[in-house]
Every structure is written in C-alpha cells, then in structure tokens.
C-alpha cells in the first residue's frame, strides 16, 4: 500500500509540474511584500522550554541560560501585589525579568504570536485547559490565590501563581513567599 501512495505522489508531481511549466513565461513570481505577510502570520518556532529551568532562579542563573541582561538590574516601581522588587531585560528586550528577593518571579516572554492553548507545553510544563479565556485578549492559566473570579480549572504546576497569553507577549508569575528571609 505504501509503494502505491508513493507512487501516485510521483505521478501527481510529474503531472503538476508539467501542467505549470506551460506558460511560465507570462507568470510572474510573488511581490516581496505579500511574502514578508505570509512569514508575519506564521506561528513563532521557538521552543521556550528553558523557562521552567529559570523560574525562582537567581539573576545569575538567569544569566547563565538567557545571556547577560540588557543593562544592570534596577528597582522598579511596577512590582504589582510586591512589595519590593527589580528588573532586567535580556535578549534586547524578548525576555522582561522581574526578581523578588534574589529569585525570578515573573518572567515576559515579548513575542507576538504565544496566545496558543498549547502555550504550557511550550513552556517545558504539562499541559492544561485554561482557567481563563478572553477570546482575542488572553488565556490565563491561574493558581488558587491567582484565581479572581475565573471559574475555570486551576493550573496544575506547583510554584506557579499564574501563566497568561497576550497577543504580544506571554507572562510567567511565580507564587512569592513575602515573609522569607532575605
């Protein structure tokens, strides 16, 4: 059965091909900017799975699989339920850190193109149906504490307080202990 699925697919090639070389002459090859559309609207191939690995890691370890940051880690104001906590860019800008008491705590993927149900598994996690979804908006896969009002089911990876795709990037937040020691 194999040999003749092959071999209709050789006939069918031989056909087509013979049928397009007919009047080449007249056709014209795409404009460079209707193929520059085509590659824009293909999914992003990059596998992110080394997020798993730095999750609650320290600025070196971050370091050590995603390069050197941007510039230096600096205080931010943009610490949210925080109390404290600092920042970095890596990769000139496609990875946004966030470090709470020496420990990775959120992580921004910047890429368009991640608000895909098989986001987690992308990551390097299991994966899980969302716990929320705002078609065209975000998909956020939450924790107990990170829940609100979403009804959904609870996202089934130890440590994670929530994971949440938007159409330009992906946000990755670790569950904190305030009270730990420094």
């Known amino acids: 059965m194999k ?9 069918i090639g031989i056909l087509g091909t013979s049928s397009c070389s007919k009047g080449t002459e007249a056709k014209s090859a795409p404009a460079p900017a209707s193929r520059s559309a085509t590659l824009a609207l293909a999914p992003p191939t990059q596998d ?11 600025p070196a370890s971050v370091s050590k699989i995603l390069g050197a940051a941007d510039g230096p880690i ?3 104001k943009d610490c949210d339920y925080l109390p404290a906590c600092s920042s970095a860019t890596y990769q000139h800008g496609k990875f946004e850190a966030l470090f709470y008491k020496n420990r990775l705590k959120w992580l921004s993927v910047n890429r368009p193109g991640l608000m ?4 987690l598994a992308r990551l390097g996690f299991p994966s899980a ?3 929320f979804t705002n078609p065209g908006s975000l998909i956020a ?3 107990a504490e990170a829940r609100g009002t979403a009804r959904g089911p609870l ?6 307080r929530q994971i949440v795709a938007f159409p330009d ?14």
């Open 48 to 58: 992110y799975a080394m997020v798993r690995a730095i999750l609650n890691a320290s």
């Open 141 to 143: 896969w939450r924790s």
């Open 3 to 11: 040999h003749i699925v092959l071999a209709a697919s050789a006939v």
């Open 74 to 76: 600096a205080p931010s």
């Open 155 to 160: 996202v089934p990876i130890k440590g994670i």
């Open 169 to 182: 990037y992906a946000l990755i937040t670790v569950a904190a202990d305030h009270d730990a020691p420094l």
């Open 116 to 119: 895909t149900e098989d986001l």
């Open 129 to 131: 149906r969302p716990t």
